[in-house]
């Protein structure tokens, strides 16, 4: 795995050399554990699906690069993975993969985020399972916890909490009742969601039994 830790020793310097991730120590936190977690995901999608690992593990890692920089506005961040692509594209072609790999791990990266690209680019299941790593990690427990503080739950009126937790199982359902770009990611997604899905609608029952 020596290509995995060369691009590991790259994302730790983009990170470290962060003027905007070292005066936001939380997300800087985050985001690393976050890129670590998908690299994992990554692992057991590749593994199983007969993906070069060690590609689609390198392609998960650093996905997110592009938060090395501040997001000033929603452009910015929907532009993220194709921004991640072009930061990272001189050092993925120095890792020597087939070109076709490379061209995966890259394309993969630009529409992680909303299936855009600025470059022409092949939809394989490689590509396609990057944008899934990530939204498994994204729709996982700790999640669940981020997002509620993000929104400042505890503040909210029993009616917004009740509000929230309806949208969100609404979105969820519709998530569920897709399939994804390979077997293995359509599985491990649908376990996230379900998880979530029976949070929120335990965490609805409990608010509307507040309620006289």
């Known amino acids: 795995m020596k290509k995995f830790e060369l691009a590991h020793k790259y994302l730790l310097d983009a990170f470290n050399n962060s003027e905007y991730l070292n005066n936001n ?9 976050h890129s670590i977690r998908v690299a994992n995901i990554g692992r057991v ?10 590609a689609f593990m390198v392609a998960c890692l ?19 993975g194709r921004r991640a692509a072009y930061m990272v594209k001189d050092f ?24 855009v690209s600025d470059f022409l ?3 394989t299941p490689f590509a396609l399972a990057i944008g899934d790593a990530d939204n498994i990690d994204r729709f996982d427990t700790y999640r669940i916890f981020e997002t509620l503080k993000y929104e400042k739950f505890d503040e909210l009126s029993l009616d917004e909490k009740m509000d929230v937790c309806r949208n969100r199982l609404s979105n969820l359902k519709r998530l569920l009742s897709k399939d994804y770009a390979t ?3 359509t599985k491990l997604f649908h376990e996230k969601l379900e998880f979530q899905l029976s949070f929120y609608s ?5 608010l509307e039994a507040s309620e006289l």
């Open 62 to 80: 650093l996905h997110d690069i592009s938060y090395v920089e501040e997001f000033k506005k929603e452009n910015d961040w929907l532009g993220h």
């Open 202 to 206: 335990r965490l609805l029952l409990q």
């Open 45 to 54: 999608i590749a593994e199983e699906e007969g993906f070069d690992v060690e």
């Open 25 to 33: 120590p939380h997300s800087k936190n985050y985001r690393y554990e």
């Open 121 to 123: 680019g092949v939809r």
């Open 183 to 185: 077997p293995t990611s």
């Open 92 to 115: 993925i072609e120095s890792l020597g993969f087939a070109r076709e790999v490379t061209n995966d791990i890259l394309y993969g990266i630009a529409i992680h985020v909303d299936d």
